[in-house]
């Protein structure tokens, strides 16, 4: 069906960036929409960020202006790029990806952490 790899975690200073992207392969129709989430150690997961295809981004309080989501629909392809990374953004980061209307799938999860 589909596959979801994720690539780009890692450790990073605060006030670092990371570039974190999600590629989705196998038989797709088309991807509605994409979204990053991220769970801290102890807490539930929390939504990040989503971009539908074909509309604008939206991004939790906690991140807006800090992050960023794109996407290559070309290469079934959504990236999150971190910016002015805080010590509070240390979590496991995932990558979900509707396709068509309702259909989920989700990454295996990267590790960013930020810590001096």
């Known amino acids: 069906q589909v596959q979801v790899v994720e690539s780009g975690g890692g450790l990073v200073h605060p006030g670092g960036s990371l570039r974190l992207s999600c590629a989705a392969s196998?038989?797709?129709?088309?991807?509605?929409?994409s979204r990053w989430y991220r769970q801290a150690p102890g807490k539930e997961r929390e939504w990040v960020a989503g971009?539908?295809?074909?509309?604008?981004?939206a991004y939790a309080d906690s991140v807006k202006g800090r992050f960023t989501i794109s996407r290559d629909n070309t290469k079934n392809t959504v990236y999150l790029q971190m910016d002015s990374l805080k010590p509070e953004d240390t979590a496991v980061y995932y990558c979900?990806?509707?396709?068509?209307?309702?259909?989920?799938?989700w990454g295996q999860g990267t590790q960013v952490i930020v810590s001096s």
């Open positions: 196998g038989t797709i129709s088309g991807i509605r929409v």
């Open positions: 971009i539908p295809n074909g509309g604008t981004a």
């Open positions: 979900n990806i509707v396709i068509g209307m309702s259909t989920n799938y």
